[in-house]
């Protein structure tokens, strides 16, 4: 079973920049090869902001924050980032860590989520 840890969460003012890091425990590389960051904003459902390919380095980042998030990893931690720059209120949420196994359609394994606000 895979675990997941994030970390690096807090308050920043619109225009600064937040890194946030998702360590994985247990489980195989097999069943973690996608590494994901989502985010749910209050009264809204959850999206898929940055994806990684932990085999290829393949990358993937929602619209609203290309050119500003980057997503990146360290196969030798089992941890992934989140470097988050110029934010903006709109990408205040809880960011949740994910992960999903080679071949699946399916994020099967979530961390506890970490807090983002961005104030104006």
């Known amino acids: 079973q895979v675990q997941l840890a994030e970390s690096g969460g807090g308050l920043v003012r619109a225009g600064g920049s937040l890194s946030l890091s998702c360590t994985a425990s247990?489980?195989?590389?097999?069943?973690?090869?996608?590494m994901g960051w989502f985010r749910q904003a209050p009264g809204k459902e959850r999206e898929l902001v940055a994806a990684?390919?932990?085999?290829?380095?393949?990358?993937h980042y929602q619209d609203s924050v290309k050119g500003r998030f980057t997503i990146s990893k360290d196969n030798t931690k089992n941890t992934v980032y989140l470097r988050a720059d110029n934010l903006k209120p709109e990408d205040t949420g809880v960011y949740f860590c994910?992960?999903?196994?080679?071949?699946?359609?399916?994020?099967?394994?979530w961390g506890q989520g970490t807090q983002v606000t961005v104030s104006s």
């Open positions: 994910a992960a999903k196994p080679r071949y699946s359609s399916e994020w099967t394994n």
């Open positions: 247990g489980g195989s590389t097999f069943s973690r090869d996608n």
């Open positions: 990684i390919n932990l085999s290829n380095n393949i990358k």
